[in-house]
Nanobody
């Protein structure tokens, strides 16, 4: 599946953004969708994921209560609503897809969208 993430930008601390990821396949509904991020000089880290039904989302502890992942299977899209942004949220955000929830690896990745949070 091909993925394209967009919606990043420059925002002040405390602001909000909604990132979107569009998938190319009609079988999008079968995939577990995830968001990851990579800050400058740091390794890529998990942010959130969501199963095909939209239920049981998981979040990294660092974003719980501020980030919300959701998906619209009819539109082949997954979203990441980011609220109360902090400078440490500055990163390139990637969406990813995998078929099996039990598989630790994601097989498909989007190109990333940059989020920059100013203090």
């Amino acid at each position: 599946v091909q993925l394209q993430a967009y919606g990043g930008g420059l925002v002040q601390a405390g602001g909000s953004l909604r990132l979107s990821c569009a998938a190319s396949e009609r079988t999008f509904i079968n995939y577990v969708m995830g968001w990851f991020r990579q800050a400058p000089g740091k390794e890529r880290e998990f942010v959130a994921d969501i199963r095909w039904s939209g239920g049981s989302p998981h979040y990294a502890d660092s974003v719980k209560g501020r980030f919300t992942i959701s998906r619209d299977n009819a539109k082949n899209k997954v979203y990441l609503q980011i609220n109360s942004l902090k400078p440490e949220d500055t990163a390139v955000y990637y969406c990813a897809a995998k078929l099996l929830a039990t598989d630790p690896k994601y097989g498909s990745w989007g190109q990333g969208t940059l989020v920059t949070v100013s203090s």
